[in-house]
């Protein structure tokens, strides 16, 4: 267990991760689903990648995920290049991410089925909210 984040259990998220990998493509049609159910507007942010990609996309979001969570030396540069990417090569809004992270505990909830527990919607939600919130500190001020 790391020291940054005492509360999530970043092992039992690791383990789980690797049981949803088998469902690779449904969890991804799943999260492009609910998301852009909850924000039509951002069909045209991933509107130029190929669904074998965005498949890819899923696994790396999710596996920098936990990275995030559990590699304390290079967290800073690494959220800091992560949140650049997205605020300027692929224009996510700060408000996008709530709706992405429920959009993905929804999806792994499904592909899950009865391994689904309480505890691991708990430490999904923690983690992608602790995520979330590194992601968009990283975003800077612009002028326009
Ligand atoms: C939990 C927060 C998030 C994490 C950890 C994350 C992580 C990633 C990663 C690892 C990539 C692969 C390329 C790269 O490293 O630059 C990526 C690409 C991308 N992300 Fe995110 N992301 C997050 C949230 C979001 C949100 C909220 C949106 C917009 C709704 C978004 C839109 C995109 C787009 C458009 C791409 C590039 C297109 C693609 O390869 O399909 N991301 N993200």
Redesign the pocket.
């Known amino acids: 267990m790391n020291v940054q984040t005492p509360d999530i259990d970043v092992v039992l998220l690791r383990e789980h991760l690797v049981e949803v990998s088998e469902h690779e493509a449904e969890l991804t049609d799943r999260v492009y689903e609910s ?1 852009f159910a909850k ?1 039509p507007d ?1 069909v045209e ?2 509107g ?2 190929s669904r074998p ?2 498949q ?2 899923m696994t ?6 936990l990275n ?1 969570l559990d590699q304390e030396h290079w967290l800073g540069d690494y959220v800091h290049a ?1 949140g650049s ?2 605020q300027f ?5 700060t408000d ?2 709530p ?3 429920e959009a ?1 505990v929804e999806a792994l909830a499904a592909v899950s089925g009865t391994d689904w527990t309480p505890e691991l919607e708990r430490a999904w939600k923690a983690a ?1 909210d602790r ?2 919130e590194m ?1 968009t500190a990283g975003y800077v001020t612009t002028s326009h």
């Open positions: 998301l924000r951002a942010l991933f130029s990648y990609s965005q890819r996309m790396e979001t999710l596996g920098a995920v995030m992560m990417r997205h090569s692929y224009e996510t809004p996008m991410y709706p992405y992270a993905m992608l995520v979330n992601m």
